[in-house]
């Protein structure tokens, strides 16, 4: 399981490019690409044993989830249809990831996964899910640098002959980052606001910095238990720049360290064998040409719209829906297009339309309670759509039960229509959490129920992760208001304060 290698700093180039749409199905993927129905199939067993070797390493049961709780994985044919759909500009987008219960999605440029190294799609996509998982698996939050530490360590994978995985290789597509990029002195590295209050427009070396701190801490024996007591000193509410020092002491002794490890020739990694990693059964199919006809306006619609953008979308969805009116996959997404749009009546009678055609369509019965909730909210004063709105979300949860999407949209059918929020409501919103801890606006209900059952320490535990979020750790982060004053419900009261209210009670009594 433990091995070394020797650092090579080397630079991937592009592959070719392949049009056709295929979807594979596994235990924690669906993966829908235009490669392929071989390259799909081999590219998610490699994603199946990926995630294997990281439950492994982590020492983490490895967990078949409900369908709806896997990571959809969209494949497009170019890092710049990538960029399209990210709205990036930057020219060097080739992947990301979006996280929310019921549909946590990646978007990656085509894959090459014919050898034992990774191409530069592969990687981005293993860098995301590696997030995916620790989100998954840690609720306390993490700081940015630990975040991008791990996803880093766990996105240099190699797959063996033996059908084994190893990961923590050297980050070498970071060696012209950590040579020539402007340095991140170790006290913005491991503080957030120190280093977006020095932060500039210019390359710095964050990514490779992190990967090499967090390949330091986990796998060098330099600073065993370090990386734990820092992280107990973060969930008991140290900062950033205090955890840091309560943990690894003299943060300029820790930077010349991590600039000697840096200057080795050969570094440690984990490789799992062959017999240690298990891949479920994978099934696999061509789109039909009504499901490829659609397929871009999925792409954009999973991706998000905003209201400028809806309406072309839409516009397109019902375009094919003309060509193809009965076909229950395009009616699907026209009832996702109809609701981003607005138009929530019409996305119900979409749904309803591929649902007769095909009542298994899961995405049908989530747009159904989308808009039938939206529809109660804006115009329902007798009830009645609610009680439709609520059918809706017990037919999805007699479907899959563990599907996030019922559990939440119960909890919110009751608050929205002023209705007591019952015990099996509330039960019911924190599951949904329990499947989704990456959901941030699942959370925030969470913690609202809890600190309206004046339950504060669940409550404090709960909104750890929103104030601990990387990409907010300043005044625009309300989580951290609140987290103080959830903490001050927590605090007993002071002896004399408490002397001093007894003695009011009993003078008053007197």
Do not use: C
Request: glycine share 4%.
């Amino acid at each position: 399981m433990f091995s070394r290698i020797a650092s090579l700093f080397v630079f991937l180039l592009p592959a070719p490019l392949l049009a056709e749409w295929h979807e594979a199905s596994s235990d924690h993927f669906l993966v829908i690409a235009d490669q392929s129905e071989r390259d799909v199939r081999e590219f998610t067993h490699r994603l199946e044993l990926y995630h294997s070797a990281l439950m492994e390493v982590m020492k983490q049961p490895n967990v078949k989830p409900s369908p709806s709780n896997r990571v959809t994985i969209f494949v497009v044919r170019s890092g710049s249809d990538v960029r399209k759909l990210a709205g990036d500009t930057s020219g060097y987008l080739q992947g990301f990831y979006q996280p929310r219960a019921g549909g946590s999605v990646a978007f990656i440029s085509r894959v090459d996964s014919g050898g034992r190294e990774l191409d530069d799609s592969e990687r981005v996509l293993f860098h995301e899910y590696a997030h995916h998982v620790m989100h998954s698996n840690n609720e306390w939050g993490s700081p940015r640098w630990l975040s991008e530490g791990f996803a880093e360590f766990y996105s240099t994978a190699r797959f063996e002959r033996d059908g084994g995985v190893s990961v923590g290789l050297p980050a070498n597509h970071r060696g012209y980052e950590l040579a020539v990029a402007r340095d991140v002195p170790i006290e913005a590295l491991l503080d957030a606001e120190t280093y977006n209050k020095t932060k500039t427009k210019a390359y710095d070396e964050f990514y490779g910095r992190s990967w090499a701190l967090y390949h330091y801490l986990l796998i060098s024996n330099k600073r065993p238990g370090q990386l734990v007591k820092y992280l107990v000193a973060l969930a008991k509410g140290s900062t950033e720049l205090d955890a840091a020092r309560q943990a690894f002491g003299v943060l300029k002794v820790l930077e010349r360290e991590l600039d000697t490890y840096l200057r080795q020739s050969s570094w440690a990694y984990f490789r799992i064998a062959g017999d240690k990693i298990s891949v479920g059964p994978i099934t696999s199919r061509k789109l039909g040409a009504a499901e490829a006809a659609i397929m871009p306006v999925i792409l954009q619609s999973k991706r998000g719209v905003n209201e400028e953008t809806a309406k072309p979308v839409l516009a397109k969805a019902q375009a094919v829906a003309a060509q193809y009116p009965n076909d229950p996959a395009v009616l699907t997404a026209l009832a996702e297009a109809e609701f981003d749009a607005g138009n929530h009546a019409a996305a119900v009678e979409a749904a309803d339309k591929a649902l007769v055609a095909n009542p298994s369509l899961v995405n049908a019965h989530v747009q159904k309670i989308y808009a039938l909730h939206q529809l109660a909210v804006d115009e329902d004063e007798a009830g009645v759509v609610w009680k439709k709105a609520q059918r809706a979300v017990s037919a999805l949860n007699k479907i899959e039960a563990d599907h996030p999407i019922p559990l939440i949209y119960y909890y919110r059918n009751l608050q929205a229509s002023a209705k007591p929020i019952t015990e099996l409501a509330a039960h019911g919103l924190e599951r949904a959490l329990q499947l989704a801890p990456y959901d941030q606006n699942v959370r925030w209900q969470v913690v609202q129920q809890l600190m309206n059952e004046q339950k504060w320490d669940t409550a404090y535990r709960i909104l750890l992760p929103l104030a601990n979020d990387p990409h907010k750790r300043s005044e625009e982060n309300d989580a951290i208001e609140l987290l103080t004053t959830i903490k001050a419900k927590l605090q007993p009261p002071k002896a004399d304060s408490a002397q001093s209210d007894s003695e009011v009670v009993t003078t008053a009594a007197t």
